[in-house]
């Protein structure tokens, strides 16, 4: 059966730092990737997907950045992290041609 | 701009009764939409589906309906339990290129059952 993986599960981190985020899928291949954030009180917001190992495709422009080295593995950065960059992150697949996506156990950021 | 709508922000219900969780959409080319439900602090779990072809599903307790004419989808909970008190979403997806496709959200609906 295939799982997903996000890490860390929480992460308290200053303002101006780096960030790092790893999702990982296992049990397929080739899945599309996807990253959302959902901010306190708020919807969830798509902040990139991945089609394929190299290919990323940015919703809204923004301090974060995210690249796919393998096939089961997305990562979300940035350089230095905002006060606004705070929320619930989820890392998200599907298998190609299907439209249910789903999604990790999340990771909360808390940016200080 | 929001191509899904989930208008009311939350509902509150008695344990036994209905819950009826509305969404609205404006693109009249979706052609399926989901539901997933989301408790606090955990990735969202997809809950039910429904394509353009049917006006019901049902799945156990969870039903949903749609009506294209309306371009309104409805989840009905029956009878309710205080365990589904969460967070619901709905969703549709939107091709990306090729054959691949994101969802739309709506920005969910919480619901409280209350015992």
């Known amino acids: 059966s295939q799982t997903i993986h996000q890490w860390p599960a929480t992460l308290v981190q200053p303002v101006g730092s780096p960030l790092s985020l790893e999702c990982t899928v296992e049990?397929?291949?080739?899945?599309?990737l996807y990253w959302y954030r959902q901010a306190a009180g708020r919807g969830l917001q798509l902040l990139f997907y991945s089609v394929g190992i190299g290919q990323i495709s940015s919703e809204v422009p923004q301090n974060l950045s995210a690249s796919r080295p393998q096939d089961r593995q997305f990562i979300l950065s940035s350089k230095k992290l905002l006060l606004s960059d705070s929320g619930f992150y989820l890392c998200?697949?599907?298998?190609?041609?299907?439209?249910?996506?789903?999604f990790g156990p999340g990771t909360r950021l808390t940016v200080t | 701009d929001q191509q899904v709508k989930q208008n009311s922000p939350s509902l509150s219900v008695q344990e036994g009764r209905i819950s009826i969780l509305n969404c609205d959409y404006t693109n009249s080319m979706f052609d399926y939409f989901l539901w997933y439900k989301k408790y606090p602090a955990e990735g969202p779990t997809f809950l039910i589906s429904i394509s353009s072809i049917k006006d019901k599903n049902e799945d156990g307790r969870f039903t949903v309906f749609l009506n294209k004419s309306a371009k309104h989808l409805s989840l009905h909970i029956v009878p309710s339990q205080p365990g589904d008190s969460a967070v619901y979403f709905c969703?549709?997806?939107?091709?990306?290129?090729?054959?691949?496709?994101?969802?739309?959200f709506g920005k969910g609906t919480l619901l409280t059952v209350n015992p």
């Open positions: 998200a697949w599907v298998p190609r041609d299907f439209y249910e996506q789903y």
């Open positions: 049990g397929t291949s080739n899945p599309n």
């Open positions: 969703a549709a997806p939107v091709a990306s290129g090729g054959s691949n496709y994101k969802l739309t």
